[in-house]
């Protein structure tokens, strides 16, 4: 073995893992895990014993423009502060209540992109010590395609972007564009650009991708979630730029109650 070429390959490789994360671009980040952005400990939990409404059981919901952290102005890594969504009663909820089961996802990371549920037990969660038994499973068949509940096995506590993108770590909601070159034409207008991948997308190599959520909520109730964008009134991929404007995100979900074990809608 050539020693010194082993080390230089290294070097090399390690150099450009520093650049990738001083570039003050989209998703500027090294790697997406469970570890999370950490808990608050600050504030008292919360808990929420007021039933789910029953009506926004079986129902298909949309979710459009949910603003993620737009006044950020931080360093040029790019993280952005959490904001949190209740699934169950369809609307944000206040950082206030980081450590309540009143929300069942969290946006938070490089331009929010890595999606965290509300865990009370998992110390990465920004729910830890509070009351939520949220997880969340991915998967690689269509939103339509995904009718019964996975195995309680399956369930993880965070998603982020996509192994076919730049950044991404095995399957992820959304695949970052880099170059422009992995879907678009590598113009300039299409160089780091985010797509979610709820509806399927058609890569330059030919492979088509797709992801749906399940979710457990805070609460125990499960939802299926088809993220559709992170650009401000923009659902087509041909009309995402690399100045549209973001983090909003546009969704679709439908809840079913705890003891479901498919999706339905009626």
Not at 29 to 36: E, F, P, Q
Not at 95 to 112: R, V
Not at 142 to 162: A, G, K, N
Not at 231 to 257: A, G, H, Q
Request: glycine share 10%.
């Amino acid at each position: 073995m050539n020693v010194m070429y082993t080390i230089s390959t290294w070097l090399n490789r390690f150099s450009l893992i520093l650049l990738a994360c001083s570039l003050p671009l989209w998703f500027m980040a090294c790697g997406g895990s469970d570890d999370g952005p950490g808990p608050d400990p600050d504030p008292d939990p919360v808990e929420d014993t007021t039933a789910v409404d029953n009506g926004m059981f079986y129902k298909l919901h949309r979710v459009e423009n949910f603003a993620g952290d737009t006044e950020y102005d931080g360093p040029v890594d790019g993280k952005r502060a959490a904001i949190y969504f209740s699934l169950e009663n369809k609307e944000g909820v206040k950082a206030s209540y980081q450590k309540s089961n009143l929300w069942d996802l969290s946006f938070s990371g490089i331009a929010n992109s890595d999606i965290d549920v509300n865990n009370g037990s998992v110390r990465s969660s920004l729910g830890y010590g509070a009351t939520g038994v949220g997880a969340i499973y991915i998967t690689d068949r269509s939103f339509e395609e995904v009718t019964d509940i996975p195995d309680e096995s399956q369930f993880r506590y965070r998603v982020s972007l996509d192994e076919n993108g730049a950044f991404g770590n095995g399957l992820g909601w959304a695949l970052y564009d880099w170059g422009g070159e992995i879907v678009a034409d590598a113009s300039y207008e299409k160089q780091h650009v985010a797509y979610a991948l709820g509806n399927p997308l058609t890569l330059n190599n030919g492979k088509n991708l797709v992801r749906t959520l399940v979710v457990k909520t805070a609460k125990g109730y499960y939802a299926k979630i088809k993220m559709i964008s992170v650009y401000k009134d923009i659902s087509d991929p041909e009309n995402m730029m690399r100045n549209s404007t973001y983090p909003y995100f546009t969704f679709e979900y439908v809840l079913v109650p705890g003891d479901s074990e498919t999706f339905e809608i009626r």
